[in-house]
């Protein structure tokens, strides 16, 4: 689940009895929109889904968990799901604990025999505290009302004693940092059409979230949370640090920052000041990591080439220097044109002005005008240059997984922030 070091993350208000099966849900957390810490989440989230469905006032656990549609599965089923969490059944690792492959019954949800009925991808927390409380429970509620192809499905969660946990749709081909980033055979690099189609349910599922119909801002976009379905289709995954959007003439929601180093907005990290634009700027970031096959932070690498955006920068304007930075794997599967659209598009995305960088439906258009455009195809002149070589590629670097470092700042003083 998207956390934020979650354990590093001091509760903000520690005697505040999380686990109480009615405590008031703190999903906005510091400053929300709402204007309270008490207040919650749902008031500008009327138009998720269904309008009639979704009570304009704040709501307490107790509310989103009854009203959310999703199973409450007893620990002792997810335990017989999961094969007692068999260390051979973990399917990932993430700040907040495992995942595991487990298997239900599709129709009454019970747990299953191995091997039998519906796939299942459990995420138990494991670790205890109020942070980890608040993001189960955000994703509880973020999820259980936002329905959409390019976000995951939620089916059901577990609250039991000091217990949480979150039962999903499995994702059978896992998160798009394994297949960018993890060496071995059963991860074959990713052609360039199907980074493209990965890029474009991304953008889809941000698009939504920005839309209307949600007024979602995700927070944490990255690599690791774009899962990918048998058909490399992409969903969202982790919301725990989602927050609703501005309301009103409001441009941004104040917020204590949160995320993970390398994704992060410049703006967000110095003020707190968080917008769709944000996310905007992250997606640009994983827009870097699929072109270029480059983690957005990779302590391994040289000096000067640490940070995936200082790095790639100054090489998103030049044909000749986009090349350059190009993951080596490609070869010559992309079009030259295509290859600098997909370019200037990150390079937009990653505009230190928010206003210079486009919305995500903007995003959505340009992918797929590129997709179905002529762009396209492949050019036979990025197999070879004008003296008939091979341009040079970089050598692919061998990669260690670093970890991506997840922030949880104190909100900048307001003497702080820049005027
Ligand atoms: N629904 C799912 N189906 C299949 N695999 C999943 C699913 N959810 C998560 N995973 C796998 O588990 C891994 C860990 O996920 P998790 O969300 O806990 O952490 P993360 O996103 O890697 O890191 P962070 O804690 O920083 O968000 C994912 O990277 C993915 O490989
Ligand atoms: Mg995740």
Not at 257 to 278: D, I
Request: hydrophobic fraction near 35%; glycine fraction near 8%.
């Amino acid at each position: 689940m998207g956390n934020c070091w979650g354990a590093k993350v001091k509760a903000e208000n520690p005697s505040h009895d999380v686990f109480a099966s009615d405590t008031v849900f703190e999903c906005l957390g510091e400053d929300s929109p709402h204007g309270s810490r008490k207040g919650n989440v749902l008031s500008s989230s009327s138009s998720r889904v269904s309008a009639s469905s979704v009570p304009p006032t704040p709501r307490s656990e107790g509310e989103i968990l009854t009203s959310s549609n999703l199973k409450s599965f007893t620990f002792n089923e997810l335990r017989t799901a999961t094969r007692n969490f068999r260390p051979d059944s973990v399917l990932g690792e993430g700040g907040f604990g495992s995942v595991f492959k487990g298997w239900i019954n599709e129709h009454t949800l019970a747990a299953a025999k191995p091997g039998t009925g519906m796939v299942i991808a459990v995420k138990k927390l494991n670790q205890e505290g109020f942070q980890g409380h608040k993001e189960w429970l955000a994703e509880v509620n973020y999820l259980s009302q936002l329905s959409h192809p390019n976000l995951v499905k939620l089916i059901g969660y577990c609250l039991e004693d000091e217990q949480r946990l979150l039962v999903y749709e499995f994702m059978s081909r896992g998160s798009l940092e394994n297949h960018l980033f993890r060496r071995s055979s059963y991860y074959q690099p990713l052609s360039w059409n199907l980074r493209m189609k990965v890029a474009l349910g991304a953008a889809k599922g941000l698009a939504f979230l920005h839309s209307s119909k949600a007024k979602v801002i995700y927070r944490d976009f990255k690599t690791s949370n774009v899962l990918l379905d048998s058909n490399y289709n992409a969903k969202l995954s982790d919301f725990g640090l989602a927050k609703d959007g501005p309301t009103g003439d409001k441009s941004h929601v104040s917020t204590r920052v949160m995320g993970t180093y390398g994704y992060a907005a410049p703006e967000y990290l110095a003020t707190g000041h968080l917008t769709a634009k944000s996310d905007v700027y992250s997606f640009g970031v994983v827009l870097l990591e699929i072109l270029t096959g480059r983690r957005a932070i990779d302590k391994n690498r040289p000096t000067g080439e640490y940070k995936l955006v200082e790095w790639a920068k100054p090489h998103l304007a030049s044909k000749r220097k986009i090349i350059s930075i190009l993951d080596s794997r490609l070869r010559a599967q992309y079009s030259l044109a295509g290859a600098q659209k997909i370019a200037g598009l990150a390079d937009r995305c990653l505009s230190l002005e928010t206003k210079h960088r486009p919305t995500m439906d903007q995003v959505v258009v340009a992918l797929e005008q590129l997709q179905h455009g002529k762009d396209a195809e492949r050019n036979p002149k990025t197999e070879q240059n004008s003296s008939g070589q091979r341009p040079a590629m970089p050598r692919w670097r061998s990669w260690e997984d670093v970890g991506n470092r997840k922030i949880a700042h104190p909100r900048p003083s307001a003497s702080s922030l820049p005027t």
